[in-house]
């Protein structure tokens, strides 16, 4: 339902800009042309300059100011997909609002409605309830509450919660009657509750009342709605309406550009289509959900990027008064050098007699340090050689269908040619030339079992031509920890692999069905080795864990 969502950013926008004069003490000419760009819809732009506004309003100590500048923010990383970024920048706008003040109320209720709607496109319903129902207790605005118990609604009817819709839809539709589009949204909705609570329910006059509302009144947001429920409803029922519902749906959604609306839209032709047409959308769907997900990654780095760049540009501020200050401090001191020559004469005996100690103090601590790092070295050996290599074999043998003997020995023997040499740490060396995309499909398959599909994309050979040996290495090293950490812990059933090199980066993406990573496994040997080894690589590897959903896996390696 993203028009819903779309009417409290309007709403919000435009009781922000009516109150904000009398709120700003101090002029910020940051924060002014910001909202000039988000009404002109450069929210890119408006994002860069509300994050300067936010520094100078944390130089004057105005909390209010940060908080509206980061409430700003989180919902402009909200509606570009940045669903995570939104609920973090949210949640350090909670930091700046004081509850007790009246002036903070609208923007507590705005912010806690942004964080309801990201929960709830993320799926986690009952976090959107606590969210909305803190959005409605500090609006002061009918319309915003109402909009807010909508929303409210919708996430028990994701919940299976229809008795609990139906009562707020009942109480919300008696005061949104002299309103066409609240009205209509509010009678579709509550008709929906009522069949799913009841399938005896007949819900088509009250949908078909409110479509023709909508249709009156051009509001495409809302014939989209429409259109998806009378799809539903017709699925079980006359698959010609539901198509023809369905189809209706995917235009409106192309008309509004958007890409979220034609998945949904596509995701319910494939369901009534004839067969011989379901190909067709599911390249449809393919194209589209790429193309969703390269906009929404592309806004998550853009937003991180212009975080960082404004901070680097403090720092760097910072940094040139440091240095005006030392070369002031500078003159000063030279100043003083004419008539305390002695002093100084003194003072570097001194200071040279310190240093020197001190420069003691930092070899030794040096010489201790790469004793430590030469330990973990050999600490990672053993780990990765010995202990995943033995676990490798052990599987082999547990899900091979015939014991290959000579190719076990061979491999326990290349075992032990390395295990002996890391007491001198030796260098590891391959004792067959295989193609390195060769020994990944081994070592990956490996883990394959009756009960466990391992599926693996973009290992062709030339993949790899241009990548140095440390990287394959480390590559390696970390694939196996991840895949025998699968096999112990994930219960997994499907496990994909999938390289991609792009702009001088290698991308390795893992995604699993299995149980997810537990809290007290999350910080074991094994994963803190895999991190560690990315991070020396210049890369980085992100773990997005859902406790019993899976656990997908993303790694970057600089080339």
């Not at 023709?212 to 259109?227: C, F, H, P, T």
């Not at 539903?232 to 235009?251: C, G, M, T, V």
Request: hydrophobic share 35%.
């Amino acid at each position: 339902m993203k028009y819903v969502y779309l009417l409290i950013a309007v709403s919000f926008f435009s009781c922000v800009r009516n109150k904000q004069n009398a709120s700003i003490e101090k002029v910020n000419s940051y924060y002014e042309l910001a909202y000039d760009l988000l009404d002109a819809g450069k929210s890119d732009s408006s994002f860069y300059l509300f994050e300067k506004a936010k520094q100078v309003f944390l130089d004057n100590k105005d909390s209010l100011g940060v908080a509206k500048c980061l409430v700003n923010m989180s919902i402009t990383q909200r509606e570009k997909g940045d669903l995570f970024g939104a609920q973090e920048t949210s949640l350090e706008a909670l930091k700046y609002l004081d509850k007790n003040k009246p002036n903070s109320r609208i923007y507590l209720s705005t912010n806690y409605n942004n964080l309801a709607m990201s929960s709830h496109s993320l799926q986690d319903y009952r976090k959107a309830l606590e969210f909305f129902d803190l959005a409605i207790m500090f609006s002061d605005d009918s319309l915003n509450t109402n909009i807010f118990l909508n929303n409210l609604a919708l996430s028990y009817m994701q919940l299976n919660d229809f008795d609990s819709a139906v009562k707020i839809y009942e109480n919300v539709i008696q005061k949104v009657k002299s309103e066409p589009k609240s009205y209509a949204r509010v009678l579709s909705n509550l008709a929906i509750a009522k069949w799913k609570r009841s399938k005896d329910y007949n819900p088509l006059p009250e949908l078909r009342k409110a479509l023709v509302i909508r249709e009156k009144a051009s509001d495409l947001w809302g014939q989209n709605s429409s259109y998806a429920w009378l799809t539903d409803y017709y699925q079980n029922i006359k698959l010609d309406s539901s198509l023809y519902y369905a189809r209706k749906q995917f235009l409106v959604a192309k008309k509004l550009n958007s890409g979220d609306d034609q998945i949904k839209a596509i995701e319910r032709l494939i369901k009534v289509i004839r067969p011989d047409s379901v190909t067709f959308y599911f390249n449809q769907y393919k194209l589209i959900s790429d193309s969703i997900q390269q906009a929404r990654a592309a806004a998550k780095n853009q937003f991180a990027l212009i975080r960082y760049e404004v901070e680097k540009n403090k720092s760097d501020n910072l940094r040139l008064e440091k240095e005006n200050a030392e070369k002031q401090n500078r003159l000063v001191r030279q100043r003083a050098i004419t008539g305390a020559s002695i002093f100084l004469l003194l003072l570097a005996v001194g200071g040279g007699t310190f240093w020197y100690k001190r420069r003691k103090q930092r070899l030794e601590l040096e010489a201790q340090n790469r004793v430590k790092e030469t330990q973990l070295h050999l600490s990672k050996k053993i780990h990765d050689v010995v202990a995943n290599g033995i676990y490798r074999v052990m599987s082999e043998i547990e899900h091979g269908d015939e014991v290959d003997r000579d190719g076990v020995l061979d491999k326990l023997e290349n075992m032990y040619h390395q295990s002996r040499d890391i007491s001198h740490d030796v260098e590891q060396q391959t004792i067959t030339e295989t193609p390195y995309n060769e020994q990944l499909a081994s070592l990956l398959k490996s883990f394959a079992a009756d009960h466990r599909r391992v599926l693996i994309a973009g290992n062709d050979a030339e993949q790899w031509d241009d990548v140095n040996k440390r990287i394959k290495d480390e590559v390696k090293h970390v694939l196996q920890e991840l895949m025998v950490n699968m096999k112990k812990h994930s219960q997994a059933e499907q496990v994909v692999v999938r390289f991609e090199k792009s702009n001088q980066q290698l991308k390795i993406f893992y995604k699993d069905n299995g149980v997810g990573i537990p809290k007290e496994k999350s910080k074991g040997k094994g994963l803190a080795n895999t991190v560690s080894r990315i991070e020396s690589l210049g890369g980085e590897i992100t773990f997005v864990n859902e406790l019993g959903k899976g656990l997908d896996i993303t790694t970057i390696i600089p080339l």
